[in-house]
C-alpha cells in the first residue's frame, strides 16, 4: 500500500485547510494523520476507521479538525478549521492493519511522505 498525501500549505491564523491521503489499496482497517513540529515528536491528530468511520481526535484539535473518507476513491481526509500557530507541521497519513485507532506511530503499517502546513500569526 502507497499513501499519497497533499494539500500543504501557507495560511494566516484563523484560516482552513484540507489535507488528503490517496491510498493505493485498502489492506487496512484504519487511517489516521499525525504531525510533526521542529524539535517535536510526531503527534497523533486524528483517526478513522474505514468501516464505519468512526473518528477520534486529539484534545488540541478537537472542534476544529474533521477527518473523513472517501471510500470509492480510497481517500482520507483532514478538515483543518481555526488554524493556529501552534498548528504548523508536517503532516503524515497512515495507515493500520488494528481494527481500532492508536495513537501510537509503531501500530501504523504505512506512512504517506508529509505535507507541510505553515500558519502564520
Known amino acids: 500500500v502507497q499513501l499519497q498525501a497533499s494539500g500543504g500549505g501557507l495560511v494566516q491564523a484563523g484560516g482552513s485547510l484540507r489535507l488528503s491521503c490517496a491510498s493505493s489499496?485498502?489492506?487496512?482497517?484504519?487511517m489516521s494523520w499525525f504531525r510533526q513540529a521542529p524539535g517535536k515528536e510526531r503527534e497523533f491528530v486524528a483517526g478513522?476507521?474505514?468501516?464505519?468511520?468512526?473518528?477520534y481526535y486529539a484534545d488540541s484539535v478537537k472542534g476544529r479538525f474533521i477527518i473523513s473518507r472517501d471510500n470509492a476513491k480510497n481517500t482520507v481526509y483532514l478538515q483543518m478549521n481555526s488554524l493556529k500557530p501552534e498548528d504548523t507541521a508536517v503532516y503524515y497519513c497512515?495507515?493500520?492493519?488494528?481494527?481500532?485507532?492508536?495513537?501510537?506511530?509503531?501500530?501504523?503499517?504505512?506512512w504517506g511522505q508529509g505535507t507541510l502546513v505553515t500558519v502564520s500569526s
Open positions: 497512515a495507515a493500520s492493519r488494528s481494527q481500532l485507532i492508536t495513537t501510537s506511530v509503531v501500530a501504523y503499517d504505512y
Open positions: 489499496g485498502r489492506t487496512f482497517n484504519t
Open positions: 478513522i476507521i474505514w468501516s464505519g468511520g468512526s473518528t
